[in-house]
């Protein structure tokens, strides 16, 4: 599986941001697909999660209740919508796949390249 990630963007605080994550190759329904981050000087870190079928979701504290993480088999993709935007929030975002049910960055199978999100302040 080959993810690409966009959406890449500077944004004010407070404004909104869709990430997109395409995926090419075989069983990406079968995959349940994570969004991380990474900012300057810290290690990468868990934002969302969502199950194979979409029907499942998981966040870290830090973003609940102004992300949404959703899903489109269909289309091959995944998409992260962030609103309420705050400058702790610039990083680089990745998406990730993985056939487990871990969301740690350690045990996903496979990796986007990263997209940059800014927010000023």
């Known amino acids: 599986v080959q993810l690409q990630a966009s959406g890449e963007g500077l944004v004010q605080t407070g404004g909104s941001r869709r990430l997109s994550c395409v995926a090419s190759g075989p069983g990406f329904s079968t995959y349940a697909m994570g969004w991380f981050r990474q900012a300057p000087g810290k290690e990468r870190e868990f934002v969302a999660g969502?199950?194979?079928?979409?029907?499942?979701?998981y966040y870290a504290d830090s973003v609940k209740g102004r992300f949404t993480i959703s899903r489109d088999n269909a289309k091959n993709t995944v998409y992260l919508q962030m609103n309420s935007l705050k400058p702790e929030d610039t990083a680089v975002y990745y998406c990730?796949?993985?056939?487990?049910?871990?969301?740690?960055?350690?045990?996903?199978?496979?990796w986007g390249k990263g997209t940059q999100v800014t927010v000023s302040s």
């Open positions: 990730a796949a993985v056939r487990g049910s871990s969301w740690s960055p350690g045990g996903m199978d496979y």
């Open positions: 969502v199950s194979w079928g979409g029907r499942t979701t």
